[in-house]
Protein backbone atom coordinates (compact mmCIF):
# COMPACT_ATOMS: atom_id res chain seq x y z
CA UNK A 1 0.00 0.00 0.00
CA UNK A 2 1.04 2.92 -0.95
CA UNK A 3 1.30 6.13 1.67
CA UNK A 4 -0.35 9.00 0.44
CA UNK A 5 1.47 12.91 -0.08
CA UNK A 6 -1.15 13.79 2.82
CA UNK A 7 0.11 11.48 5.35
CA UNK A 8 3.69 11.92 4.36
CA UNK A 9 3.83 15.70 4.51
CA UNK A 10 1.04 17.44 7.09
CA UNK A 11 1.17 15.17 10.15
CA UNK A 12 5.04 15.15 10.21
CA UNK A 13 4.97 19.02 9.50
CA UNK A 14 2.27 19.31 12.73
CA UNK A 15 4.56 17.10 15.22
CA UNK A 16 7.71 18.85 14.29
CA UNK A 17 6.25 22.16 14.57
CA UNK A 18 4.23 21.53 17.73
CA UNK A 19 8.31 20.23 19.11
CA UNK A 20 9.36 23.49 17.80
CA UNK A 21 7.14 25.42 19.98
CA UNK A 22 7.69 22.91 23.07
CA UNK A 23 11.36 23.53 22.33
CA UNK A 24 11.24 27.39 22.67
CA UNK A 25 8.61 26.93 25.15
CA UNK A 26 11.16 25.69 27.23
CA UNK A 27 14.06 28.05 25.79
CA UNK A 28 12.17 31.11 27.01
CA UNK A 29 11.11 29.39 30.52
CA UNK A 30 15.17 28.66 31.14
CA UNK A 31 15.79 32.63 30.36
CA UNK A 32 13.53 33.97 32.89
CA UNK A 33 14.78 30.50 35.11
CA UNK A 34 18.31 31.94 34.54
CA UNK A 35 17.34 35.71 34.25
CA UNK A 36 19.00 35.65 30.67
CA UNK A 37 17.58 38.23 28.30
CA UNK A 38 15.34 36.55 25.69
CA UNK A 39 17.33 38.16 22.76
CA UNK A 40 20.55 36.19 23.91
CA UNK A 41 18.88 33.02 22.66
CA UNK A 42 16.77 34.83 20.27
CA UNK A 43 19.85 36.08 18.73
CA UNK A 44 22.61 33.24 19.25
CA UNK A 45 24.10 31.00 16.23
CA UNK A 46 25.70 28.11 16.01
CA UNK A 47 28.66 30.00 13.77
CA UNK A 48 29.43 33.19 12.02
CA UNK A 49 28.28 32.64 9.14
CA UNK A 50 25.12 30.53 9.92
CA UNK A 51 21.33 32.36 10.79
CA UNK A 52 20.43 33.20 14.06
CA UNK A 53 17.51 31.22 16.04
CA UNK A 54 14.83 33.64 14.73
CA UNK A 55 15.59 33.20 11.13
CA UNK A 56 15.90 29.68 11.97
CA UNK A 57 12.35 29.58 12.96
CA UNK A 58 10.86 31.41 10.23
CA UNK A 59 12.69 29.38 7.70
CA UNK A 60 11.42 25.98 9.28
CA UNK A 61 7.64 27.83 9.07
CA UNK A 62 8.44 28.75 5.95
CA UNK A 63 8.97 25.31 4.20
CA UNK A 64 6.57 24.30 6.77
CA UNK A 65 3.70 25.95 5.22
CA UNK A 66 5.75 25.84 1.80
CA UNK A 67 5.59 22.10 1.49
CA UNK A 68 2.17 21.96 2.14
CA UNK A 69 0.50 24.80 0.18
CA UNK A 70 2.45 23.26 -2.43
CA UNK A 71 1.98 20.18 -2.60
CA UNK A 72 -2.16 21.14 -2.14
CA UNK A 73 -2.14 23.96 -4.78
CA UNK A 74 -3.12 26.45 -2.53
CA UNK A 75 -2.07 29.99 -2.08
CA UNK A 76 0.84 30.44 0.33
CA UNK A 77 0.28 33.19 3.09
CA UNK A 78 2.86 36.16 3.22
CA UNK A 79 4.75 36.25 6.68
CA UNK A 80 6.42 39.92 7.71
CA UNK A 81 9.62 38.11 9.01
CA UNK A 82 9.49 40.41 11.88
CA UNK A 83 9.42 38.15 14.84
CA UNK A 84 11.48 40.03 17.42
CA UNK A 85 10.35 37.76 20.61
CA UNK A 86 9.35 34.34 21.94
CA UNK A 87 5.80 35.01 21.98
CA UNK A 88 6.12 36.22 17.82
CA UNK A 89 8.36 33.00 17.37
CA UNK A 90 5.15 31.08 18.84
CA UNK A 91 2.23 32.77 17.07
CA UNK A 92 4.02 32.26 13.60
CA UNK A 93 4.23 28.90 13.99
CA UNK A 94 0.57 28.44 15.13
CA UNK A 95 -0.39 30.42 12.38
CA UNK A 96 1.75 28.15 10.37
CA UNK A 97 0.11 24.97 11.77
CA UNK A 98 -3.20 26.25 11.36
CA UNK A 99 -3.08 27.22 7.33
CA UNK A 100 -1.49 23.53 6.91
CA UNK A 101 -4.69 21.80 9.12
CA UNK A 102 -6.71 24.01 7.29
CA UNK A 103 -6.09 22.42 3.65
CA UNK A 104 -8.19 19.72 2.34
CA UNK A 105 -6.25 15.95 2.24
CA UNK A 106 -8.24 15.49 -0.86
CA UNK A 107 -6.04 18.63 -2.83
CA UNK A 108 -2.93 16.23 -1.57
CA UNK A 109 -3.98 13.66 -4.28
CA UNK A 110 -1.84 13.03 -7.04
CA UNK A 111 0.92 15.65 -5.74
CA UNK A 112 3.58 12.78 -5.72
CA UNK A 113 3.84 13.48 -10.09
CA UNK A 114 2.76 17.46 -10.07
CA UNK A 115 5.49 19.68 -10.86
CA UNK A 116 6.69 21.74 -7.96
CA UNK A 117 8.81 25.13 -9.52
CA UNK A 118 11.25 26.27 -6.95
CA UNK A 119 13.10 29.85 -7.28
CA UNK A 120 15.53 29.40 -4.81
CA UNK A 121 17.06 33.07 -4.25
CA UNK A 122 18.00 33.63 -8.15
CA UNK A 123 16.02 33.71 -10.91
CA UNK A 124 16.81 30.27 -11.93
CA UNK A 125 14.13 27.97 -11.70
CA UNK A 126 14.38 24.46 -10.65
CA UNK A 127 11.18 22.26 -11.24
CA UNK A 128 10.69 18.39 -9.22
CA UNK A 129 8.11 16.61 -9.05
CA UNK A 130 5.62 16.63 -6.04
CA UNK A 131 7.63 13.45 -4.66
CA UNK A 132 11.04 14.69 -5.20
CA UNK A 133 9.91 17.66 -4.08
CA UNK A 134 8.89 16.09 -0.51
CA UNK A 135 11.33 13.39 0.26
CA UNK A 136 14.26 15.10 -1.14
CA UNK A 137 13.65 19.00 -0.90
CA UNK A 138 11.27 19.91 1.28
CA UNK A 139 11.30 18.30 4.56
CA UNK A 140 15.34 17.71 4.70
CA UNK A 141 15.31 21.78 4.80
CA UNK A 142 12.34 22.02 7.22
CA UNK A 143 14.24 19.50 9.63
CA UNK A 144 17.59 20.93 9.11
CA UNK A 145 16.29 24.60 10.23
CA UNK A 146 14.00 22.63 12.76
CA UNK A 147 17.34 20.79 13.94
CA UNK A 148 19.39 23.74 14.10
CA UNK A 149 16.86 25.51 16.01
CA UNK A 150 17.07 23.39 18.58
CA UNK A 151 21.44 22.71 18.48
CA UNK A 152 21.22 26.73 19.23
CA UNK A 153 19.33 26.05 22.21
CA UNK A 154 20.73 23.33 23.56
CA UNK A 155 24.83 24.51 22.66
CA UNK A 156 23.29 27.35 25.06
CA UNK A 157 22.62 25.47 27.82
CA UNK A 158 18.51 24.90 27.60
CA UNK A 159 17.74 21.10 28.96
CA UNK A 160 16.52 19.65 26.13
CA UNK A 161 16.79 15.87 25.06
CA UNK A 162 15.61 13.68 21.58
CA UNK A 163 12.46 13.24 23.24
CA UNK A 164 11.95 17.30 23.04
CA UNK A 165 13.05 17.27 19.63
CA UNK A 166 10.82 14.48 18.53
CA UNK A 167 7.53 15.92 20.04
CA UNK A 168 4.33 13.49 20.35
CA UNK A 169 4.01 10.79 17.72
Same mark, same amino acid.
Given at each position: ??????????????????????? #??? /? @??? =???? *??????? $??? +???PDM?????????????AKG???? #??? /? @??? =???? *??????? $??? +?????????????????????????? #????????????????????????????????????RHN?????????????
Amino acid at each position: MAISMYTASVPVLTQMLDSLSDV #LGK /A @EAH =ATAK *NIAPEVF $LQS +RLFPDMFALVRQVQIAADFAKGIAGR #LAE /A @ELP =AYED *NEQSFAD $LLA +RIAKTKAFILSLDAAKFEGSENRDIV #LRPGTPKEKKLSGHAYLLNYGLPQFFFHVTTTYAILRHNGVELGKKDYMGSY
